[in-house]
């Protein structure tokens, strides 16, 4: 009797609702998107159906973007003309969602395993390097908006002593401020474990200074740009 009353409460719309708009992102059935509310219509207005039916991502684990290329070193004015130097580019991309709309990016070199237990377990800010921020799904996309932490210094009226000579430290500077947009596409084919690139953008904006710019990537290359794949170990 214990297992029916706990099954049957399992399947209580109500009981999805608020799961599948934390697992999107949103707030309100108002931030539905009409597709999906027709969606949810067609569902019989059970909220349990439209979880198990519509795109989303994972939370216990970690999205990773294996990154390797090759490019030219600049060169030096002692190398040789015929004499061309290349290194080979690798590193990882990681994204974490959080319930709720909450997400975490970060770009590391370090021990894959030993970063995505990190990601999994700790506060946003104690991720090194990494950007903090909102997601929403919208159908089969991923709309993605992180920012940089803001860093600041000011030296103005520092000295320094270096080999005798005194003299005053750089003056004080900022940082930009910059917001990441990005948006990736949901494959359900792979029970919701890829996320695919389909735009990527960068807005700065400097203290002080009216207007922001905007850098938009190439994201075609896909050695630079490799889908992401759902791992909670690598």
């Not at 608020?18 to 027709?38: E, R």
């Not at 216990?60 to 015929?82: K, M, P, T, W």
């Not at 290349?86 to 990882?92: G, I, L, R």
């Not at 270096?162 to 917001?179: C, D, K, M």
Request: proline share 3%; charged share 25%; with cysteine.
């Amino acid at each position: 009797n214990v297992c029916r009353g706990f099954n049957m409460a399992t399947e209580s719309s109500e009981l999805w609702r608020p799961i599948c708009l934390k697992a999107w992102g949103i707030n309100s059935y108002d931030h539905l998107d009409n597709l999906t509310k027709d969606d949810l219509k067609n569902c019989g207005n059970e909220w349990r159906c439209l979880f198990l039916k519509n795109p989303r991502v994972h939370f216990n684990g970690c999205y990773v973007a294996n990154i390797s290329y090759i490019r030219e070193r600049e060169r030096g004015f002692q190398d040789h003309e015929l004499y061309k130097a290349w290194h080979e580019v690798s590193y990882y991309r990681i994204l974490n969602f959080r319930p709720g709309g909450k997400v975490i990016m970060a770009t590391t070199v370090d021990n894959l395993n030993k970063v995505i237990h990190i990601m999994e377990n700790a506060l946003s800010t104690d991720v090194p390097g990494s950007m903090i921020g909102t997601y929403r799904i919208v159908r089969d996309r991923v709309v993605c908006d992180v920012k940089t932490k803001k860093i600041t210094s000011n030296r103005k009226n520092d000295t320094v002593q270096n080999l005798g000579t005194e003299y005053e430290a750089s003056p004080f500077f900022e940082l930009p401020q910059q917001v990441f947009h990005f948006e990736l596409k949901i494959k359900e084919d792979t029970e919701f474990n890829k996320l695919e690139w389909q735009q990527y953008t960068i807005l700065s904006q400097y203290k002080g200074v009216d207007g922001t710019r905007k850098i938009d990537f190439d994201i075609s290359d896909v050695k630079k740009y490799p889908p992401f794949k759902f791992a909670t170990e690598y």
